[in-house]
């Protein structure tokens, strides 16, 4: 069984510009999350998905953050325009059921750089 | 609002001694607690969880942790390490029948021969 992949493993782009992320679930979980981690801090829930739905975007920074799961499959997450702040390891993850219920599998995580 | 605290962010330690990574939460509902493991260059990996039932929780590598509802601390143990025990560590609640997972800074564990 594959597991959660992330595009790119890592970016680096300038300030102002614009980049997306992917994700691709494991095949069947109906639930993906994007989780981002800055500077070596706690790593911080941005938001979660029910197949195409967005079930909370509470953790989401700003309008520049912008999520999509078109047909409830993959997920891209696009930053534009990009501040240094942005700055981290974005982490997918995906689980059948809840967390609790069911393990959440995570990819190895995009590490982005604004310079 | 829940919260996680991990009170070391590396600890070394020599291979074959014993080991605990420290954890406290704090929430004002009832939680489910967990440990996951980051290897180099991977994905977080579940450890081991508390949702019910006893305190004590184990996972299949020889890792355990005590849920204290009193000291609202989840540490994990290990009595002996291995090198290959070398990985970030994380502690993270959810509340019941929650989706969102509130994580730690993580804990870097460095297991030196």
């Known amino acids: 069984e594959a597991g959660v992949t992330q595009f790119p493993s890592h970016s680096v782009i300038e300030k102002g510009q614009t980049v997306t992320l992917r994700c691709d679930p494991i095949?069947?979980?109906?639930?993906l999350y994007w989780y981002r981690r800055v500077m070596g801090k706690e790593i911080k829930f941005l938001l979660h998905?029910?197949?195409?739905?967005?079930?909370?975007e509470s953790g989401m920074p700003n309008n520049r953050f912008l999520a999509e799961r078109t047909g409830g499959t993959y997920s891209t997450l696009k930053v534009q325009p990009a501040e240094l702040e942005d700055s981290g390891v974005y982490f997918c993850?995906?689980?059948?059921?809840?967390?609790?219920?069911?393990?959440?599998?995570f990819g190895s995580g995009t590490q982005l750089s604004v310079l | 609002a829940q919260s996680v605290t991990q009170l070391d962010s590396q600890v070394p330690v020599f291979e074959e001694a014993p080991v605990e990574l420290r954890c406290n939460y704090s929430s004002s509902v009832s939680v489910y607690l967990f440990w996951y493991v980051q290897y180099p260059n991977q994905g977080l990996q579940l450890l081991l969880k508390y949702l019910s039932g006893s305190t004590l929780v184990e996972s299949i590598n020889g890792f355990e942790a005590e849920f204290n509802k009193s000291q609202t601390s989840f540490h994990l143990r290990k009595p002996s390490v291995h090198i290959s025990d070398t990985a970030e560590y994380f502690c993270?609640?959810?509340?019941?029948?929650?989706?969102?997972?509130?994580f730690g800074a993580g804990t870097r564990l460095f297991v030196k021969a």
């Open positions: 993850a995906s689980s059948r059921g809840t967390p609790t219920n069911e393990k959440l599998f």
């Open positions: 095949s069947g979980h109906d639930n």
């Open positions: 998905f029910v197949k195409e739905s967005k079930q909370d």
């Open positions: 993270a609640v959810s509340d019941t029948g929650g989706f969102k997972t509130i």
